[in-house]
């Protein structure tokens, strides 16, 4: 039960810090584009590069991130195979 549930919260972990990585992201894009808009009189065009450059950043960030989770989940299961082994071993 005790592994099930850490599991679980280091899958909800990853969605919500993968979410997060791709929203913040894109938010800056948007802020970046408002006050390229905004103080230096660009036209509005200048939103959609922004937005663009943002939502591309914040994938990049995402997938490098899940990536890197996913290494670290299959370390912890082969850790966890191996205690599980010396466990069976030592019985």
Not at 4 to 16: D, G, M, P, R
Not at 18 to 36: K, N, P, Q, R
Request: positive net charge; aromatic residues 10%; contains cysteine.
């Amino acid at each position: 039960m005790k592994r099930q549930t850490v599991s679980f919260l280091y899958v909800l972990n990853i969605v919500s810090q993968s979410l997060f990585s791709l929203l913040f992201d894109t938010a800056l894009g948007v802020g970046v584009g408002y006050l390229l808009h905004t103080y230096a009189m660009i036209d509005a065009w200048v939103y959609i590069p922004c937005i663009l450059l943002g939502l591309g950043v914040g994938i990049v960030s995402m997938v490098r991130f899940i990536l890197s989770a996913m290494a670290g989940l299959e370390r912890l299961e082969r850790q966890r195979q191996k205690e599980d082994k010396r466990g069976d071993n030592n019985e």
